[in-house]
């Protein structure tokens, strides 16, 4: 059990196009997600914190109008990745929350290696 | 500030013997503890958790907690090649659910 799904796992594009990551909870329902950022030999950088129904509370530092959250529903939380540039270049990464049967466990997807050209 | 501290390695282990893996943590008030693998270019996965003072079980591994010591470790015996892995040690201060992470370790077992 406990299967997170994050797609795409790679993504190229243009500088200033948009790029949507979903990440869905296949088994079970997440009140919770994360959204993470890791550049190359650093460590897990929390971006934000997305709740079903509710605005994403963003880290400091996180530019919330250029990285956009929605958690709709209890299985799928997007990021969109606005007007992106080089400097976006990274591996993306999300992690899902049930609060209750897993105590408080994280469960990661496979993550999103995306490049900006 | 809460804080995770980790030996950013690497650390190196000859196949076969065993590998003991430390953190510590600042927040006292912490509850769970976590330990997860990632392999170069792959998300973090999940191998271990503990919450009760001891040691836990699981295979090869053992996490051990000291929450007197504020330190949670990781053991893994018969180290295999395919353990090399940056380790990353977790922290839950029952914070909107977040992780306090830690910088991780890099194992390597030498075959």
């Known amino acids: 059990g406990a299967v997170v799904s994050q797609h795409p796992s790679r993504v190229i594009c243009k500088s200033g196009t948009s790029v949507k990551i979903e990440c869905r909870s296949l088994d079970f329902q997440a009140t919770t997600m994360f959204w993470y950022r890791q550049f190359p030999k650093q460590s897990l950088m929390l971006m934000a914190t997305?709740?079903?129904?509710?605005?994403?509370?963003?880290e400091q530092g996180v530019e919330k109008d250029k990285f956009l959250i929605n958690h709709a529903s209890l299985t799928l939380s997007t990021l969109t990745v606005t007007s992106a540039h080089p400097e976006d270049s990274s591996f993306y990464i999300c992690s899902a929350h049930s609060g209750q049967i897993f105590k408080n466990i994280q469960y990661f997807g496979a993550g999103t290696r995306l490049s900006v050209l | 500030q809460k804080e995770v501290e980790q030996n950013s390695g690497p650390l190196s282990v000859p196949e076969g013997a065993i590998a003991s893996l430390n953190c510590t943590y600042s927040?006292?008030?912490?509850?769970?503890f976590f330990w997860y693998r990632q392999y170069s270019g792959k998300s973090p996965e999940l191998i271990m958790f503990?919450?009760s003072n001891g040691d836990k079980e699981d295979g090869r591994f053992t996490a051990q907690l000291n929450k007197a010591s504020q330190y949670v470790s990781l053991l893994i015996r018969d180290s295999q090649p395919s353990d090399s892995a940056t380790y990353l040690c977790a922290v839950n201060p029952l914070i909107n659910y977040q992780l306090i992470w830690g910088a991780g370790t890099k194992l390597i077992i030498k075959p």
């Open positions: 927040d006292r008030g912490s509850q769970s």
């Open positions: 503990i919450y």
């Open positions: 997305s709740n079903e129904g509710s605005k994403a509370t963003y």
